[in-house]
């Protein structure tokens, strides 16, 4: 008997030591330092592969190619070592999807990624059955090795990070729409294979000071829909808003302020699809970017992000048959909806009174300028109830066609529906279809590209009812499928992130074809001869613009496009509607 004691006190501390030494092989880069470093691309990366080889749980997978031509990878934790996606649909397993450092100058997801992943493995944080977690642990591979200490001069810390642009120098917050870069083609080819539940996007915020550590953009409940709008705002957020109180952090929406301080309130930040968040939207996922507050020390913000991931995640897994149930409604809501909306504006009307945290604001004079500026006085700290304008009003709507025409040829936009899991079909032979069709008016066009593009705002536009000739090997895109949405805020033109919007049908806005002035002078003239309604709306402008009547060349365009010698193809916008 003494001698099992003597064994038993012997093996103790031995376990203990080992156990000691197992989870300090396991330590982060973050770890590590302190809370002052953020891991390095490769870091991460080989981190994620030794967990993988070590834990049956972990599976580290290459998912497509980036635009610096190194892998984009995501990393699944599944507590069973189940890693196909075909077996958690039928066993109705709730999947959250991570992304991290799509802007790799706030990586604060990526540390806390690293170590929640490490924790389930390790046992440390129980991640139920129910629940798998796909991340990613660097989305912006490019920017990520393009590391530096300079780039976000307001920011404290860590003490080296990424860049924001991508190996194109792209902001790839901005391209889920135009999908420029290839990780962004990964990443939604990927997205549509595992058809997330929810969908987490690390940041951190710029802008204004104040006490919390954590705010969180959520989407616009009517924008959302009316099942998973009514589920997230009654429901999910209250929840994750208790939850992250009892773990110390008071959370708040995002601060979306500009020109003013916080104080005053502010409106909901509205996200639309070029956004990562605002696209998950269009496919009935819940979607989150969780922002931490850039002047807050490195290692509370990681935490921070940590505490709001475990949060979602344990509310996931406790309503993860609702949260289904749920998403299953809004689709089929979604099938049988006729009148959809493209675009909103902020009620000013309406808002809610939220309990905010802030700094006194103050001005004195600058030291570099002489003018005023704003300071915050953190010695001053408030706590009081601000107006936060949540609601949103309609200023476009479309109402969705059986099906869309889209003419062969248009490769780029076909690739972007292909890449979406679009569903269409081809014409088997030459077709008369009778169609309503689009003729371009007037726009507006920024004057210096936004993210590669010259992009195109308050487009408008004539709608005419005709035959159209369907050639053999057109598509027809029928909208009952699960990218109505999708289809919608791409192929109406007016829509703010439409195809036509980021320029992909630029080309119908310039005139192929012409005339010779001396030889149409006079086939203009017999024209008018038999057209008299023309000429008299001919004369009339001639009266009423003394411009255009001193302008014979222009008097001759005026003509010219009224014949039929005018081509058609000019500004008919390319996509047609069977309505």
């Not at 705010?215 to 208790?242: C, V, W």
């Not at 509370?300 to 940590?306: E, G, L, N, T």
């Not at 023309?534 to 222009?554: H, N, Y």
């Amino acid at each position: 008997m003494k001698l099992r004691k003597t064994f038993i006190l012997i093996l103790i501390p031995t376990v203990l030591f080992s156990a000691h030494l197992f989870a300090q092989a396991y330590r982060t880069p973050f770890e590590k330092s302190q809370g002052r470093e953020t891991a390095t691309y490769a870091e991460a990366i080989e981190y994620f592969r030794q967990l993988d080889s070590r834990f049956s749980s972990v599976e580290l997978q290459e998912t497509g190619a980036t635009d610096d031509d190194v892998p984009l990878h995501v990393v699944y934790f599944s507590a069973d070592g189940n890693f196909n996606p075909q077996a958690w649909k039928k066993e109705q397993r709730l999947v959250i999807l991570i992304n991290n450092a799509i802007h790799p100058g706030e990586p604060d997801g990526v540390d806390a990624s690293m170590m929640l992943i490490r924790d389930a493995a390790l046992g440390r944080y129980t991640l139920p059955r129910n629940i798998v977690l796909a991340v990613i642990p660097v989305f912006n591979t490019g920017g990520a090795r393009n590391r530096g200490r300079l780039s976000r001069a307001n920011q404290n810390g860590p003490a080296a990070y990424g860049f924001r642009g991508n190996a194109q120098n792209l902001d790839l917050n901005r391209d889920f729409i135009k999908m420029d870069a290839r990780e962004t083609r990964s990443l939604v080819q990927l997205f549509h294979r595992l058809d997330p539940d929810l969908f987490i996007d690390n940041h951190v915020s710029n802008g204004a000071d104040y006490q919390h550590v954590m705010t969180l953009l959520s989407e616009n409940e009517r924008k959302l829909g009316s099942y998973m709008g009514a589920f997230q705002a009654q429901k999910l957020e209250p929840e994750i808003y208790r939850r992250m109180k009892v773990k110390g952090y008071d959370l708040v929406p995002y601060v979306n302020h500009w020109g003013h301080t916080p104080d005053k309130g502010w409106p909901q930040f509205y996200d639309p699809p070029r956004f990562a968040s605002g696209f998950a939207a269009l496919f009935a996922t819940f979607a989150f970017v969780s922002e931490t507050h850039m002047l807050k020390p490195y290692a509370q913000r990681v935490q921070a992000c940590y505490a709001l991931m475990q949060c979602m995640i344990d509310f996931a897994a406790e309503h993860a048959q609702s949260i289904k149930a749920i998403r299953a409604r809004e689709r089929q809501s979604v099938r049988r909806q006729k009148v959809f909306t493209l675009d909103w504006r902020t009620d000013t009307t309406q808002y809610s009174l939220i309990s905010f945290k802030g700094y006194a604001s103050r001005y004195k004079a600058s030291e570099v300028s002489g003018q005023q500026r704003l300071f915050y006085d953190r010695q001053q700290p408030y706590e009081r109830q601000v107006r936060f304008f949540n609601r949103f009003l309609p200023t476009r709507t479309a109402t969705a066609p059986q099906a869309y025409i889209l003419p062969r040829g248009w490769h780029k936009v076909l690739q972007r529906l292909q890449w979406n899991g679009v569903q269409f079909r081809k014409l088997e032979r030459d077709t008369d279809i009778l169609a309503t069709v689009y003729t371009i008016g007037t726009f507006e066009t920024v004057k210096t590209p936004y993210e590669g593009h010259y992009l195109h705002t308050d487009v408008h536009y004539t709608a005419k009812r005709q035959m159209v000739h369907g050639y053999k090997g057109d598509y027809i895109i029928p909208t009952d499928q699960p990218a109505k949405i999708y289809l919608l805020e791409t192929l109406e033109p007016d829509a703010p992130d439409a195809f036509f919007a980021w320029g992909f049908f630029d080309a119908i806005l310039q005139q192929k074809e012409g005339f010779s002035d001396y030889v149409f002078e006079d086939l203009a003239a017999d024209w008018l001869k038999l057209h008299p309604e023309i000429e008299q709306a001919l004369r009339l402008k001639r009266a009423s613009d003394t411009s255009f009547a001193r302008d014979g060349d222009a008097q001759l365009e005026f003509v010219y496009e009224q014949t039929e010698y005018f081509e058609p193809e000019y500004r008919r916008y390319p996509v047609f509607r069977i309505d």
